[in-house]
């Protein structure tokens, strides 16, 4: 059995006062992502000698990703990369040694 804590500190804007980089200004859902935190749970089960069977689940708590609008990210999936944007996932493994 194994259990893991993945943490994603809370982030702030960082706004350039270089004029040629400014930017419009940011709306407040915008300006700071707060911090998240995914719990994942996995145990393998062997079965006879070449058998083993895993199963888990990611994101155990189903914790939603940062609330952000689109002024800072016009791509669609933008943070999908770095939270669990699916919310709680499980999965089954089956592998054979011949």
Request: net charge negative; proline share 8%.
């Amino acid at each position: 059995m194994a259990a893991s804590w993945r943490y994603f500190g809370g982030t702030s804007v960082d706004i350039s006062s270089n004029s040629l980089l400014a930017a419009p200004p940011v709306p407040p859902t915008d300006a700071r992502l707060n911090s998240v935190s995914y719990l994942d749970l996995s145990a393998n089960i062997p079965f006879h000698d070449s058998i083993l069977l895993r199963v888990g689940v990611n994101n155990l708590l189903d914790e939603d990703p940062p609330l952000a609008g689109f002024s800072n990210c016009p791509a669609l999936y933008c943070f999908s990369q770095v939270y669990d944007t699916l919310g709680r996932q499980l999965f089954v493994a089956l592998s054979a040694n011949f």
